[in-house]
């Protein structure tokens, strides 16, 4: 009897690891998606401020010039 005590120890040590391995995948792609998500948000971020300190370093635009009122007419 020892031997099959031994081997269903086995076999449930194996179900047991198989268990912890699909654990530690469904882990490891969670870790992926955020990775990913979190690439994706530094890049916009880093797009934001591109795109402000282009703004600010260019000079402000000149407001736009008023007609000038015909000065024979009254």
């Known amino acids: 009897m020892s031997f099959w005590t031994d081997a269903l120890r086995a076999l449930q040590q194996v ?3 198989q268990h912890k391995v699909d ?4 882990t490891a792609e ?12 530094v890049i916009r971020l880093e797009t934001l401020i591109d795109i402000a300190m282009k703004r ?5 635009p000149a407001p736009p010039a008023l ?3 015909p000065s024979g007419t009254s």
């Not at 969670?30 to 948000?41: F, G, L, N």
């Not at 600010?56 to 402000?60: D, I, Q, W």
């Open 15 to 17: 179900a047991l690891l």
């Open 23 to 26: 654990q530690a995948l469904t």
């Open 30 to 41: 969670e870790a992926r998606r955020h990775s990913i998500e979190t690439r994706e948000r």
């Open 56 to 60: 600010s370093a260019a000079p402000p």
């Open 67 to 69: 007609p000038e009122s």
